[in-house]
Nanobody, 124 residues
Framework: QVHLVESGGGLVQAGGSLRLTCVAAGRTFSNRAMGWFRQAPGNEREFVATISWSGGSTLYANSVKGRFTISRDNAKNTVYLRLDDLKPEDTAVYYC?????????????????WGQGTQVTVSS
């Protein structure tokens, strides 16, 4: 497992942008695929984006494709999620997660480490 800490959430108007950052503690970060999930009040946690260990492969939920970008810097043990053209329906707590597998996954049960979450609120 790795210890994950997210930051970068906040309140933004519709159409605005944010960049979420997740810093990992642990020497195995570069061997692990990473993901972002989100949970809105009253809803189940849902997949947002995932990236392979090398950063060479990514996958997005249809609802964010073309608006969000996941990336990573293994030298800094950090994964990012750029959120552009935000919509009120993007409002949620965003969680960073790490899986021991090197290939990406959109299944939350493949992830063994989770951050505490960062709130993103989009006003209309």
């Amino acid at each position: 497992q790795v210890h994950l800490v997210e930051s970068g959430g906040g309140l933004v108007q519709a159409g605005g942008s944010l960049r979420l950052t997740c810093v990992a503690a642990g020497r195995t970060f570069s061997n692990r695929a990473m993901g972002w999930f989100r949970q809105a009040p009253g809803n189940e946690r849902e997949f947002v984006a995932t990236i392979s260990w090398s950063g060479g492969s990514t996958l997005y939920a249809n609802s964010v494709k073309g608006r969000f970008t996941i990336s990573r810097d293994n030298a800094k043990n950090t994964v990012y999620l750029r959120l552009d053209d935000l919509k009120p329906e993007d409002t949620a707590v965003y969680y960073c997660a790490s899986t021991p597998q090197s290939t990406y996954s959109y299944y939350s049960d493949r992830y063994d480490s989770w951050g505490q979450g960062t709130q993103v609120t989009v006003s209309s």
